[in-house]
């Protein structure tokens, strides 16, 4: 059986994970033919937090920054392979290259910049993972995603060129028993430059190497043993799901689920290729399993949470109606700003939009819309949205908070909050 395997920042996030990651594989579990790994536990974050001083032009914090994000993965080199390992060297050529090409950048358009730094997590981690695992005798490649995965231009959410990424995914030699280990998250453009596929997009790269290898598996190692019908860090009574089916995989992730990352399942899909999510701390556990079939998961009622949103409230400033001319005008200028729509709600003389509060991508969107329209905005802001509740559970999750937005149909229900009257802590009604 042909298998892929993909395994996150966390369980990578240190050397004792890392040497756990190499138990699991040298084991009881099956080897893959190909693995896909994130960057190193909170490296994304550190990334970003570096990016922004580079482009402040702070360069006390941007040195700052930078010595923890080597002194984290040094550290987690020498504790693996003892001082002055050629891994350790490794490490610091990446580091050094991504400290050139910030005095490049800085004045670059930020998505550009930003591939360019926050990609790099991914080539620092699987270095290391790569390393250990050769040492500890499985035997692994270390393969290029850049070389792998050709995309558009459209960074920060790239775009897959698939026949030419199938083809040179396809062409990959190897050898009895090797394992081709390469990154998630990062791709390149036909002149190579570096682009990313969205954050958290690693389990979209692992989906794109099953579909070019023509997987029979998928499998997306985390650190919870499953896929809940509630986030289990807020709801403390999320319930595990054993199965469900794509479509509705696809409308909980669309929604916010986060076990998965929302374009995961495109690729699978038509070739049917089932995904599993397993818990690379408790390997034996029971997993969920994704697939063509419906499963319980198809009816189950669950709730997906997004904090921080934003509502804005587009009108003509002619007074006129909100017609079709309106709508594609303003949601083309989300498009190109990477913004996702997370509740779309029409009324005869508004536009109503929630988006996730991100100020990089929303500043340049509202400056166009406002020259043509009038936009009112609320901040701090929380969505619940549902799938398959009933009125009374709909009831028992509201609380009597204020709804500042509500939509609905036959199986999605999504209420807007303030956040100031929401939990940390939620719990479903028994």
Not at 86 to 114: G, I, K, N, T
Not at 124 to 153: H, P, Y
Not at 378 to 402: C, I, K, M, P, S
Request: charged content about 25%; some cysteine; aromatic content about 6%.
């Amino acid at each position: 059986m042909l298998r892929v395997y993909k395994f996150g920042g966390a369980s990578i996030q240190d050397a004792s994970a890392i040497r756990h990651l190499g138990e699991l594989l040298a084991g009881k579990a099956p080897r893959p033919r190909a693995m896909v790994a994130s960057a190193m536990g909170k490296t994304t974050n550190a990334l970003e937090a570096l990016l922004q001083a580079a482009r402040q032009d702070d360069e006390a914090l941007y040195r700052r920054r930078l010595a923890a994000i080597r002194d984290d993965h040094l550290d987690v080199a020498e504790a693996l392979f003892g001082p002055g390992s050629a891994v350790a060297d490794e490490l610091e050529q990446r580091l050094a290259e991504l400290d050139a090409a910030h005095h490049s950048h800085r004045d670059a358009p930020f998505p550009f910049h930003y591939d360019q730094t926050v990609g790099v997590g991914e080539l620092l981690s699987t270095a290391l993972v790569a390393a250990w695992l050769n040492e500890i005798g499985v035997a692994t490649r270390w393969c290029d995603a850049r070389e792998l995965i050709l995309t558009d231009d459209r960074h920060q959410a790239a775009n897959i060129d698939w026949a030419p990424t199938r083809e040179r995914i396809a062409s990959l030699e190897q050898v009895a028993d090797e394992v081709l280990l390469t990154q998630g998250f990062i791709g390149a453009t036909a002149d190579g430059a570096m682009t990313t596929l969205g954050r958290e997009g690693s389990d979209f790269s692992a989906a794109i190497l099953a579909e070019a290898l023509d997987a029979d598996e998928l499998t997306i190692w985390k650190d919870v043993p499953g896929v809940f019908n509630a986030d289990p860090r807020r709801f403390t009574n999320a319930r595990q799901i054993a199965r469900l089916s794509y479509s509705e995989a696809l409308e909980q992730t669309w929604h916010g689920a986060k076990v998965i990352h929302p374009r995961t399942l495109a690729p699978l899909q038509p070739r049917g290729i089932p995904l599993t999510v397993r818990s690379f701390l408790e390997p034996e556990a029971a997993p969920t399993v994704i697939g063509p079939e419906p499963g319980e998961g198809d009816t189950l009622p669950a709730c997906m949470l997004r904090d921080d949103q934003l509502l804005l409230e587009v009108s003509p400033s002619d007074g006129s109606f909100v017609d079709e001319a309106l709508i594609a005008t303003v949601l083309t200028q989300f498009a190109e700003a990477g913004l996702h729509a997370n509740l779309i709600d029409v009324e005869p003389l508004r536009l109503r939009l929630v988006v996730d509060n991100q100020p990089e991508r929303l500043a340049p969107a509202l400056e166009a819309l406002t020259e043509r329209f009038s936009v009112a905005r609320q901040d701090g802001l929380v969505l619940l949205t549902v799938r398959h509740a009933d009125e009374a559970l709909l009831e028992a999750l509201d609380g009597g908070r204020t709804r500042v937005a509500e939509r609905r149909n036959a199986t999605t229900a999504q209420r807007l909050y303030r956040a100031a009257e929401c939990p940390d802590s939620w719990r479903l009604p028994e």
